[in-house]
C-alpha cells in the first residue's frame, strides 16, 4: 500500500468570527491543506453558522502566499440539502459532503452535486452505519467519518469512530478507487496518529489549531505525529 498523502483541515468554525479573512489566511499559512466549512442550519443540527455568502467573502483568501488557491471543503449538516448545496457550489465550493439520513434522495443529491462542478461526500454520524455505500462508494470522492456527534465545536473524541474509519478504508480499498477518508471531531496532535493509523488520511481540526496562540506549531505537531 503507498504511503497516504495526509491532508490536515482546520475547521473555522473555531475562528475568530470578527476577522474570518484574516484567521484563513494565517492557518494556510500555517500549513493547512483545506479549510474546512461548517455549515449548520438549526434544524438538522441545534446551532446556526455560516451561509454560501461567508463562503463567497473568504474563497479569495483561500489562498497560499505564492497564489495557489487551498480547497474549501464544505460539510453540510444541513436538511434539506440541494438547494444549499448549489448555492455552496456557486459560492465556491471545491467539496461538499452531506449526510445521507439528511437527503430524501442521496443519489440525486450527489450527483447534483457532481452537477454543479464540486467532489462530493458522505457524511457519517457517530452512531449512524455505513450501509448506504453499498450503493453509492463509487459514486462520491469523499467520506468523512464524525468523531463527535454534529453541531457544536470543542467536543472530545469518540473512540468507536475509530472502527468506524477501519471499516471506512475496507470499502474504500475493496472500491479501488481514489477516494478521500476524512475525520472530524476531537482531533489533536496527541491522538491524531491512532486515526491514521486506523486509516484516516484527511484530518478536520477546529478549536486544536484555532484555540492555540500559535498555528503553525500546532499544524507541525500534527505533521510530526503522522511522520
Known amino acids: 500500500m503507498n504511503t497516504p498523502t495526509y491532508r490536515i483541515a482546520p475547521s473555522i468554525l473555531s475562528a475568530d468570527f470578527a476577522r474570518l479573512g484574516e484567521e484563513v489566511r494565517q492557518v494556510i499559512d500555517a500549513g493547512a491543506d483545506w479549510i474546512h466549512f461548517d455549515v449548520m442550519d438549526n434544524h438538522y443540527v441545534p446551532n446556526l453558522t455560516f451561509g454560501p455568502m461567508v463562503c463567497q467573502a473568504l474563497k479569495p483568501h483561500a489562498k497560499t502566499a505564492a497564489g495557489v488557491a487551498v480547497p474549501i471543503d464544505v460539510h453540510l449538516m444541513v436538511s434539506p440539502v440541494d438547494a444549499l448545496a ?8 471545491d467539496l461538499i459532503s452531506f449526510h445521507p ?26 452512531a449512524e452505519p455505513l450501509d448506504v455505500l453499498d450503493w453509492l462508494i463509487d459514486d462520491i470522492d469523499l467520506i468523512l467519518i464524525m468523531s463527535v456527534n454534529p453541531g457544536f465545536g470543542g467536543q472530545g ?40 493509523d486506523a486509516g484516516a488520511d484527511t484530518f478536520v481540526a477546529g478549536s486544536a489549531i484555532f484555540g492555540q496562540p500559535d498555528y503553525a506549531s500546532v499544524v507541525r505537531a500534527m505533521r510530526q505525529a503522522l511522520a
Open 86 to 93: 448549489q448555492a455552496f457550489a456557486k459560492a465556491g465550493a
Open 101 to 126: 439520513d439528511a437527503s430524501t434522495h442521496v443519489h440525486r443529491s450527489v450527483q447534483a452535486i457532481q452537477g454543479a462542478g464540486c467532489q462530493v461526500g458522505l457524511v457519517f454520524n457517530p
Open 157 to 196: 473524541f469518540i473512540d468507536s469512530a475509530l472502527r468506524k474509519v477501519e471499516q471506512a478504508r475496507k470499502r474504500i480499498q475493496a472500491s479501488g478507487r481514489d477516494i478521500r477518508l476524512e475525520v472530524d471531531g476531537g482531533i489533536k496532535p496527541d491522538n491524531i496518529r491512532r486515526v491514521a
